[in-house]
């Protein structure tokens, strides 16, 4: 990868009572950030205090950020609240409230959420159209409706019921709510989760541009290739209730402060969205539960998380039960699996030492 050239590294401390020192921190920060990635926010809050440490060239306080598939904690929520009220259960049949659009497969809402579903992904056909900075730029506007692709995944067979990362389940949980609601999925997001929070700068649907302030987001689409201006949004990758929302670390912060809470979801639905199953490629002792994964701490205990990536992007919101939550934000993606698995490691890091620094403070 090439070298960039580095701007000064910007850290931003805000309060100071019972968080990691600022140098554990930003020790953290600075592996990734030379990685090659243009730039890194993290943002860690606890009852005591906040901190944020951000670096590189052009990295706001709590810029815009896109979200990824941290979407679909969001859309798993809502899909619980509606079950918690009785509208729809978690073992209802998809076919029973769309009908046909799965022709016929026995499949449930909670396999929808689970990821046990059996369907393909969707976005491994699509993905190939937006794999050098030519076709992205020629391709990212084009439209997908949720029916479109969730037929793309349908052309393929079914898988089997053991866990299997699928974004046609969210695109299907949208639909969903769109079907039991009679509004759309992010009607109903805005409506129960963003505004109840106040959550000012979180956006649902499709967002082409993001809003000032914001970093640039940039893909490396070759090993050892260029940076590309990416932070123009994929149409048919960033549109749905998969992955299409964008929203700020202080904001994720404040939703996973709810979250943990118990703020938004009813005791047993809480229960629901925590009851795991083994989730492949993830360390053990995780799981994936209903639109989120359980992560053990290597000094004991866990953490609740859901990540997204993108074409130049990568987020992870991240949250333990006793309502301490970390953003991290890395403005920067890449095509090389090997430089890509690195930099996941060096994140996992970050996020266990965030919260194996700050325990003794809330034990």
């Not at 479109?148 to 990362?165: D, E, F, K, N, R």
């Not at 048919?236 to 979250?259: Q, V, Y």
Request: hydrophobic residues 35%.
């Amino acid at each position: 990868m090439r070298t960039l050239a580095v701007a000064a590294a910007a850290t931003l401390l805000v309060a100071t009572g019972g968080v990691t020192t600022p140098s554990e921190l930003r020790r953290d920060v600075e592996a990734l950030r030379a990685t090659g990635v243009t730039g890194v926010l993290a943002r860690l809050e606890s009852r005591t205090g906040a901190r944020v440490v951000r670096s590189g060239r052009d990295v706001p306080h709590d810029p815009y950020l896109r979200i990824g598939s941290t979407t679909k904690t969001f859309t798993a929520v809502v899909v619980l609240q509606l079950v918690g009220e009785g509208r729809l259960t978690l073992d209802d049949q998809v076919d029973k409230w769309l009908p046909g659009v799965v022709a016929g497969r026995r499949i449930s809402v909670r396999q929808l959420l689970q990821h046990t579903s059996g369907l393909y992904d969707y976005s491994s056909d699509l993905i190939g159209n937006y794999v050098t900075p030519e076709s992205y730029l020629r391709e990212r506007d084009r439209p997908y409706a949720p029916e479109q692709l969730v037929t793309i995944a349908m052309g393929h067979p079914h898988g089997g019921t053991t866990w299997s990362y699928s974004n046609t389940n969210y695109v299907l949980a949208g639909m969903l709510i769109t079907a039991v609601t009679g509004r759309s999925w992010a009607r109903e997001v805005d409506a129960r989760i963003t505004g109840p929070l106040g959550l000012r700068r979180t956006r649902t649907g499709f967002v082409r541009d993001l809003p000032a302030p914001h970093a640039t987001n940039h893909m490396q689409f070759t090993p050892g290739g260029p940076l590309v201006d990416t932070t123009i949004a994929i149409r048919g990758l960033d549109s749905g209730a998969d992955g299409s929302m964008t929203s700020t670390a202080s904001d994720l912060n404040r939703f996973l402060a709810a979250l943990a809470g118990g703020r938004l979801l009813r005791p047993a639905q809480q229960a629901q969205m925590r009851t795991l199953v083994a989730a492949a490629d993830s360390p053990v002792g995780s799981g994936y539960g209903l639109g989120i994964f359980w992560i053990p701490l290597s000094c004991g205990g866990g953490y609740w998380r859901h990540g997204g990536t993108g074409f130049g992007y990568q987020v992870e919101p991240a949250f333990t039960d006793d309502g301490r939550r970390l953003t991290v934000s890395i403005f920067t993606n890449t095509g090389d699996p090997e430089l890509a698995a690195t930099r996941q490691d060096l994140l996992n890091d970050l996020v266990d030492h965030a919260f194996c620094q700050t325990v003794s403070a809330h034990s």
